[in-house]
T-cell receptor, first 112, second 118 residues
Framework: DQQVKQNSPSLSVQEGRISILNCDYTNSMFDYFLWYKKYPAEGPTFLISISSIKDKNEDGRFTVFLNKSAKHLSLHIVPSQPGDSAVYFCAASAVNNNDMRFGAGTRLTVKP | NAGVMQNPRHLVRRRGQEARLRCSPMKGHSHVYWYRQLPEEGLKFMVYLQKENIIDESGMPKERFSAEFPKEGPSILRIQQVVRGDSAAYFC????????????????FGPGTRLTVL
């Protein structure tokens, strides 16, 4: 069951521009959402999260937006840098349930 | 302040052998999670454990796979009689287990164990 979907397997962006990664979910019980970044041969690294009581969370160049009615969240990276090139996973978990569900990932390539 | 440790980083087994994957959580973390990533796929939840307890194993295959998190020592993911389809990267994550209302319970991942079954 694909409760968390990342429909774009890849995204290519020019350095300095905005990267927008999208994620959709189907389970209305999800209340906590996270983005992880993964480099080859490494484990995922936590990037940013948002709880369902908010619709936006910002941390430096990274901003996550949550649209609960659309069951959609997005990660904005601005300005994009070549070091941001990685696979980005969206994840979600439900209240009182610690296990997370991950999307399939989006491979971001930032070109110099 | 060591992060989540996993060993071995690479494990090669022949069909029918057993694979044991170890995970030491971050200091102060009492919750451990195992995920599997098949080639070209996302991370799939397998099992969630606290010390000496399996909390949720809904993602574990019914046969050959087991997990434990003893009172002392690392968490172990054990795969008996491995088959080629078990070849994947296995990631462990840990979290402090904070109540959501008091803060976030973000999971932090180890570097993974890449299992290859010949």
């Amino acid at each position: 069951d694909q409760q968390v979907k990342q429909n774009s397997p890849s995204l290519s962006v020019q350095e300095g521009r905005i990267s927008i990664l999208n994620c959709d979910y189907t389970n209305s019980m999800f209340d906590y959402f996270l983005w992880y970044k993964k480099y080859p041969a490494e484990g995922p690294t936590f990037l940013i999260s948002i709880s369902s009581i908010k619709d936006k969370n910002e941390d430096g160049r990274f901003t996550v937006f949550l649209n609960k009615s659309a069951k959609h969240l997005s990660l904005h990276i601005v300005p994009s840098q070549p070091g941001d090139s990685a696979v980005y996973f969206c994840a979600a978990s439900a209240v009182n349930n610690n296990d997370m569900r991950f999307g399939a990932g989006t491979r971001l390539t930032v070109k110099p | 302040n060591a992060g989540v440790m996993q060993n071995p980083r690479h494990l090669v087994r022949r069909r029918g052998q057993e694979a044991r994957l170890r995970c030491s959580p971050m200091k102060g973390h009492s919750h451990v999670y195992w995920y599997r990533q098949l080639p070209e796929e996302g991370l799939k939840f397998m099992v969630y454990l606290q010390k000496e307890n399996i909390i949720d194993e809904s993602g574990m295959p019914k046969e050959r796979f087991s997990a434990e998190f003893p009172k002392e020592g690392p968490s172990i993911l054990r795969i008996q009689q491995v088959v080629r389809g078990d070849s994947a990267a296995y990631f462990c994550a840990s979290s402090p287990g904070l109540t959501r209302g008091l803060g976030t319970d973000t999971q932090y991942f180890g570097p993974g164990t890449r299992l290859t079954v010949l």
